[in-house]
């Protein structure tokens, strides 16, 4: 049964920093797509970053290009999002996701697995 459980969400004034982390369990990962969304109150979830688990290519929204960067660890089958000088417009609940494949994909409709989520708040 595939799990992926985030942390490292919490309280963060803007211009700082933070790692999301996503553990990985019940399958191997080789051969997927690794991604985050993010959903804020009121809005529909929307695409972060992914990353593909074998090569390493990435992709990113333009919201947050240049401020995150999306990495994995396969020892430790983990992926990580470090989010640096964030804005109040990041707040939001952070989700892992994951597919099968190799192209990045932006729609979290082509996306099987789910974790429960992480809340990021940045206060301004």
């Keep these: ?3 992926l459980v985030e942390s490292g ?3 963060v004034q803007a211009g700082g920093s933070l790692r999301l982390s996503c553990a990985a369990s019940g399958r191997t990962f080789g ?3 690794m991604g985050w969304f993010r959903q804020a109150p009121g809005k529909e979830r929307e ?3 992914a990353i593909n688990w074998i090569t390493g290519n990435t992709a990113y929204a333009d919201s947050v290009k240049g401020r995150f960067t999306i990495s994995r ?3 430790k089958n983990t992926v990580y999002l470090q989010m640096n000088s964030l804005k109040p417009e990041d707040t939001a609940v952070y989700y892992c996701a ?3 494949g190799i192209v990045l994909r932006y729609s979290d409709t082509l996306y099987d697995y ?3 989520g992480t809340q990021v708040t940045v206060s301004s």
């Design 31 to 33: 051969g997927h797509i």
């Design 73 to 75: 660890d396969n020892a």
């Design 1 to 3: 049964q595939v799990q």
């Design 98 to 100: 994951a597919k099968p």
């Design 47 to 49: 695409f972060v970053a």
């Design 114 to 116: 789910w974790g429960h």
């Design 9 to 11: 969400g919490g309280l």
